[in-house]
């Protein structure tokens, strides 16, 4: 989840020599004037004077960078004649200057990270170290009772001071004080008794490794109350504070906002404090604002009193907050419009406000009013704070949305969304943002987490509860269906790896904190729960949810306490605990092999791997990879399900199910588990029946069939002869699972005799569905009707279905020539067709003729990952219309660089570098010369010639490809 900023430096060959000598003036210069010791600065400057660094070199800022390592150097190139200046040479220098002011400011930020390592001014800290740090565990003896935090940021220089007056309850006699700090200067320090008798400190030592500050008392101090006070300054440009400044342009005009993102342990690095979840304590908070009235303060409780008037600025005092752990403190200084309304509960009024630019767009008052009266209703648990703010900000730097208690941050497009010109699934994700923060506000703040071990129970709960919620107020979504998809089948997929994370792990150092925020703990928990409601019983989870809520009110808890709740109402009927604890401390799951009996079926489980023939870690666990499951199913007889339990230490079930004609085990895929007929017959009992079967029940055997044959424990020929049905399917779930296992089939064939024969069968079961959907109209369908489209359209496209094909390119042209307005729904997947180089131009032009806002998002936003070749010949063309038509490969990084997203990978980025030379090889010429140009030409076109399979291909046709070619034969309809 969190990101780590980086800093680029480019430069082209014909700067080299004015970036060298611009350089090693404003380093020498530099050195002088900061006077740093730093030893990677003063390289810098003596590199610069020898001859200069060229080409790129990414700067690291992570909080454990080393200081000490030294930067690549390129060999000094020979310099150019001087040339006539023209026009182009003018650019040139224009870029040139560019360059150099890039260059300075790199230096400059290599002189903060450094310098921002060691920020104590009155004590000295401990060395760091690399890699991962230790979680450092606070005294349980000493807590803290009330904190008044005053936190002074100062907007124009990004630097913020405050300090921290927090009440101490000591348990047990102790001469130290031990609180979490980070990144921060520590002025003097007072600890005073309980009757206000200032008392003498020996030493303070701030240890940055550990992120902690020990206060060691020249006496000890005994039980009692006692007081700190402890003043800090710091950075918001620091790397790892999680008080970040961002400045973003808004009608032309430069803006700025300063936020909190919490997250895990990020209140440490904004004040000094007991930052862990169990040190609860109450708060009350001062915050400074700029002097203009536009600026707002948002935190967690609201306003209270008349502000304290500043030279510098205004301080707004905050109401008291419940007892909370400093993960959930937070505030927001911004300029940002709002309007508020008030949601009257049992409880009170509770004043909803909505923060961002372009506030008229946004629906999402009522969504919020809607989600909030299900919590209510749901967990049975008053919202204990009188308000709710919800801010659309211009930029997040760690995650799109951040839970703090009484407000939520989200990305602006997340929740200031135009709904007539957003694609309804991106409208989807982001209601489902808003739904799952919400959740956050009792599970995670009105009840917190012991340790962050227990990240899984509360990710995890709120990743399903937030469907839940959603499915109350968007009934037609259908998200339950949808959940399968998005949660269950994901988790699966990967859970059916050999050596992936179990739920219940341990956090002891700051690697492990990072790695624990995993699907494993979002996704699979989710699933898990699913499967725990429904063997429970929904009334009996739901009751448990609340009594958990109720015991651990304003206190922490963790999964053995939610499940003791959950066995305690449902003993009579199960053994939760014990069941639970099979799925808990053990990774993988299970496949069930349903075998023929007399009168029924009989079980067996065993660990599903997705690739056969792979080890698993020899690590052992006490359930050897067997576990209780609830097992559902249905029957032609009776399509209420049925539950029976297999313990983990049975060797097989037997369930007797007379006179049935088919039986459909996984009832709606709760369980995490998947399930193999053995007897091929079962399976073609229910492909005959798939339209007696639900949407999920689809789903399922879709999804099970074709993970069962990568496997290699069935045949093909069942997923295939399931792929035949759909073509009386419309459905937007079948056909999204379908379409991620159809297309991987497809990718197995490329390149054989098989290619186009797959294809072709697979354009003939689309068919029908395709031609249900339009190419415009989009009001014509609803939410899940969409969905659908693109789903059957996105599938059509990547088999190159002929009318697809030709539909798609009539659009783009009609767009182009002004005769239709750009499907929202479909823009990005109309450039997923294969497009002409003639229609990229046609494209280029528009943009460039009109530079609309339609052009401009579809262009820079929407396409840039899935479609970045199209974008790349936008550049390229643009170079050659300004008249840069000397490209080198430095020259054209540093263009990758600035339209590079921040979730494109170096690895990414150099594939879609190679991509982009192969079909632009002028370029290449440019960068690399003739002859490896040429060379390169040979090679695409021996790879168009002759395909070569990788070796896993290869062995997979050997494997497949003569039982498919035969089922394809009898099929090709």
Not at 110 to 129: D, L
Not at 396 to 417: A, Y
Not at 876 to 905: A, R
Not at 927 to 937: A, R, V
Request: charged letters at 25%; a neutral charge; aromatic letters at 10%.
């Amino acid at each position: 989840m969190n990101c780590s900023p980086r800093m680029h430096s480019h430069c082209a060959s014909g700067a080299i020599e004015i970036v060298n000598r611009t350089a090693a003036s404003h380093l020498h210069t530099a050195s002088i004037q900061l006077n740093t010791k730093s030893p990677l600065l003063k390289e810098a400057v003596k590199m610069s004077k020898a001859g200069g660094a060229t080409g790129s070199k990414e700067l690291e800022t992570e909080s454990d960078a080393d200081p000490d390592s030294e930067p690549e150097v390129a060999p000094k190139p020979k310099p150019k004649k001087r040339e006539r200046r023209t026009g182009r040479n003018y650019l040139l220098m224009i870029w040139n200057c560019v360059l150099c002011v890039t260059f300075v400011y790199t230096v400059t930020m290599i002189y903060r990270i450094i310098n921002e390592k060691q920020p104590y001014s009155m004590y000295q800290s401990k060395s760091e170290h690399k890699g991962s740090k230790p979680m450092v565990k606070l005294p349980s003896y000493v807590k803290p009772i009330h904190y008044n935090v005053t936190i002074k940021p100062y907007l124009h220089n990004g630097r913020f001071d405050g300090s921290v007056n927090v009440s101490i309850d000591v348990q047990k006699t102790t001469k130290d004080l031990i609180l979490h700090s980070k990144n921060l200067k520590i002025g003097k320090v007072s600890v005073f008794d309980g009757n206000a008798t200032e008392l003498n400190i020996e030493s303070i030592d701030i240890d940055e490794y550990k992120e902690i500050m020990k206060i060691t008392m020249k006496q000890g101090l005994v039980t009692g109350k006692y007081r700190a006070v402890i003043p800090f300054s710091g950075s918001m440009t620091t790397v790892g504070t999680r008080l970040t400044l961002t400045k973003f342009e808004h009608k032309g005009k430069q803006r700025l906002f300063a936020t909190t993102n919490m997250g895990d342990t990020g209140a440490r690095s904004i004040y000094p404090c007991f930052d862990q979840p169990t040190m609860k304590a109450t708060f009350s908070f001062k915050i400074m604002k700029p002097k203009p009235k536009r600026f707002v303060v948002v935190s967690v409780m609201p306003e209270e009193g008349e502000p304290e008037n500043m030279e510098i600025g205004d301080v707004i005092k905050f109401a008291k907050t419940n007892k909370m752990a400093t993960c959930m403190t937070g505030f927001t200084i911004s300029d940002l419009d709002n309007r508020q309304e008030k949601l009257m509960t049992p409880s009170g009024p509770i004043t909803v406000r909505l923060f961002g630019n372009n506030i008229k767009l946004v629906d999402s008052f009522k969504l919020s009013f809607e989600l909030l009266n299900f919590y209510l209703q749901y967990f049975n648990v008053n919202y204990t704070i009188p308000k709710l703010d919800i801010l659309g900000l211009p930029e997040l730097r760690l995650r799109r949305s951040t839970m703090h208690s009484g407000f939520i941050t989200i990305k602006e497009d997340d929740l200031l969304i135009d709904h007539a010109n957003t694609q309804s699934y991106d409208v989807q994700c982001a209601t489902m943002l808003i739904a799952h923060e919400l959740a956050h506000n009792w599970f995670g703040n009105y009840v917190s987490m012991k340790w962050w071990n227990d990240v899984w129970l509360y990710e995890g709960y709120v990743s399903y509860i937030e469907y839940k919620a959603m499915d109350s107020v968007k009934p037609d979504w259908g998200l339950m269906d949808q959940f399968l998809l998005e949660s269950t089948q994901p988790a699966m997929y990967l859970d059916a790896e050999p050596n992936t994370n179990i739920l219940d792990r341990k956090v002891e150092t700051t690697g492990d904190l990072k790695r624990i925020y995993d699907p494993i703990s979002y996704l699979k928990a989710a699933a898990i729960y699913r499967m725990l409601e429904h063997a429970a019983t929904e009334p009996v989870f739901q009751k448990a949810t609340t009594n958990f809520l109720t015991n651990n009110a304003f206190g922490n808890a963790g999964p053995r306490e939610f499940i003791n709740e959950v066995h305690e109402l449902a003993k009579d009927d199960a053994d939760i605990k014990s069941f639970m604890s099979t799925w808990t401390s053990q990774n993988g799951i299970p496949v069930l092999t349903a075998t023929r009996i007399v009168g029924g079926y009989r079980l067996t489980q065993a660990r599903f791997l997705l690739e056969p023939n792979t080890r698993a870690s020899s690590v052992t666990n006490p359930f050897k990879y067997k576990w209780t499951i609830p097992i559902t199913y249905t029957t032609d007889k009776s399509k209420e399900p049925s539950l029976v339990w297999f313990n983990h230490d049975d060797p097989y079930i037997d369930i007797y199910i007379p006179d049935a004609e088919w039986v459909k085990f996984n009832h709606h895929q709760i369980g995490y588990y998947r399930v193999n007929y053995e007897d091929i017959g079962d399976w073609m009992t229910l492909i005959n029946n798939i339209r007696s079967l639900d949407i999920s029940d689809r789903v399922n055997l879709i999804d099970d069939s074709f993970s069962l044959a990568d496997a290699e424990l069935i045949s093909y020929l069942i997923p295939l002869e399931l792929t035949k049905t759909m073509v009386d399917e419309y459905d937007y779930v079948p056909w999204h699972v379908a379409t991620q296992h159809l297309i991987k089939l497809c990718q197995y064939l490329d390149g054989s005799n098989l290619s186009g024969h797959i294809k072709s069968f697979l354009a003939n079961v689309i068919n029908n569905a395709y031609a249900k959907f339009s190419w415009t109209d989009d009001s014509e369908y609803k939410h899940i009707d969409r969905l659908a489209r693109y789903a059957v359209f996105y599938m059509a496209c990547s088999i190159g279905h002929t009318r697809c094909l030709q539909e798609s390119l009539a659009t783009v042209n009609s767009w182009i020539d002004g005769e239709i307005p750009l499907s929202v729904e479909l823009r990005k997947l109309m450039f997923h067709c294969d497009l002409d180089s003639a229609v990229r131009e046609r494209i280029w032009a528009k943009f460039v003729s009109e530079n609309g806002p339609e052009i401009v998002n579809l262009t820079l936003y929407e396409t840039v990952i899935q479609y970045f070749q199209l974008l790349l010949q936008f550049m390229y063309s643009f170079f050659q219309k300004v008249g840069v038509y000397e490209i080198n490969s430095s020259g054209l990084n540093t263009g990758f660089d600035m339209i590079k997203m921040p979730y494109i990978d170096e690895h990414l980025h150099t594939q879609m570098m190679d991509k982009f030379l192969k079909q632009f090889p002028e370029i290449g010429c440019q960068m690399t010369g003739n002859k490896e140009t040429e060379e390169m030409k040979m090679k695409e076109d021996e790879e168009k010639n002759k395909k070569k399979p990788d070796p896993a291909q290869i062995k997979w046709l050997k494997k497949h490809e003569l039982l498919i070619e035969a089922f394809l034969k009898d099929n090709l309809f």
